[in-house]
């Protein structure tokens, strides 16, 4: 099934811009005008009007009624391609999974022995990578799901999520904002307010991981002026860094099992209502989970669920 110019169509009615589209659909901005333009003249009505001074692509009321049915035919492709692929890998069932470098550490090995004690005729696939490389793989259809703390959304994509995955502030236990740290009934960690740490160096993980854009937005939010910046793209050394009294760093819950050796680091949850960030499985659209993909992702969940308990 070839449905480009519903995909072409229903992808610009969402953007509502040209070369957000256009990226999103890899082609170039031109071509896609074209292709629009086009095919508004071979139907004779126009599916969108162009509005404002920067053109923002709004659906005419003809072209609304048409990304309904476009969008249905999109589903049924997807259904489609799903049932194909299905078919085309009987003989041997394989099931690709990215996921981020540092998660794979503590996860993949339980999660590969336990699935493969139930089904040792699939074949479970890893990809460990940044966010960013992972999205890319997931868009070209390199792999078939995705497990991840994520930030932005994917279109055409189910989002599962696994667990609100607390964020921590990582301080040396010499830190003297520690005295400042409070408990909240029904928490494991003490809570510490991100006010007490403006003007301090942090050792932060670089650009394209997520840990990093959930650092930049805190630094936003709560107005921190971080007196120095070290980037370190390895979660293990900056916690080294933060023990060795270098810098205050951050860390997420689910990492603190294969951490212990850190002695001189102390954990806070950060500020009152404690920061979280969604740990999820994403997968397409329109993608029919078989048996062994559903017992697959309830062990995903429970191994993660069980390093979100913290014990000190």
């Keep these: 099934m070839n449905l480009k110019e519903q995909q072409y169509v229903c992808t610009l009615a969402r953007c509502r811009n ?41 659906l005419t009321s003809i072209g609304e009624e048409y990304v309904q049915r476009a969008e249905k035919m999109l589903e049924m492709k997807a259904e489609f391609d799903d049932l194909l692929k299905r078919e085309q890998k009987k003989e041997q069932p394989v099931i690709r999974i990215g996921i981020q470098q540092r998660r794979a550490i503590s996860m993949v090995p339980e999660v590969l022995a336990r699935f493969k004690g139930r089904y040792p005729d699939v074949e479970l696939v890893f990809h460990d990578l940044v966010v960013a490389d992972l999205k890319q793989m997931f868009k070209e ?22 667990a609100k995955e607390p964020v921590l502030l990582a301080l040396p236990d010499t830190h003297p904002a520690i005295q400042y740290a409070y408990s909240v009934e029904g928490d494991g960690l ?30 936003r939010e709560n107005n921190i002026h971080p007196k120095r910046l070290i980037e370190i793209g390895h979660f293990e050394i900056i916690m080294s860094m933060v023990n060795q009294g270098m810098g205050v760093g951050f860390n997420r819950l689910g990492y603190l ?10 954990y806070f949850l950060i500020n009152r209502e ?24 309830s062990i995903i969940e429970e191994t993660i669920c069980r390093k979100l308990t913290y014990k000190e």
Excluded at 257 to 266: P, T, Y
Excluded at 276 to 291: E, I, N, P
Aim: proline content about 4%; charged content about 25%.
């Design 18 to 58: 040209l070369s957000r589209a256009a990226e999103a659909l890899f082609i170039s901005p031109s071509a896609l005008s074209v292709y629009i333009s086009n095919l508004e003249k071979n139907l004779g009505v126009p599916l969108f009007k162009r509005v404002g001074k920067e053109k923002s692509f709004v």
């Design 257 to 266: 099992s294969d951490m212990q050796r850190f002695e001189h680091v102390r």
């Design 274 to 297: 404690a920061e979280t960030s969604s740990f999820r499985l994403a997968y397409r659209k329109g993608h029919v989970l078989s048996d062994c993909e559903q017992h697959l992702i």
């Design 190 to 219: 003490l809570h510490l307010n991100l006010s007490h740490l403006d003007w301090e160096t942090f050792i932060v993980p670089l650009p394209d991981q997520s840990m990093r854009r959930t650092a930049d937005r805190l630094f």
């Design 141 to 162: 259809n390199a792999i078939d799901f995705m497990v991840s703390n994520f930030l932005e959304e994917l279109p055409d994509t189910v989002y599962h999520e696994i």
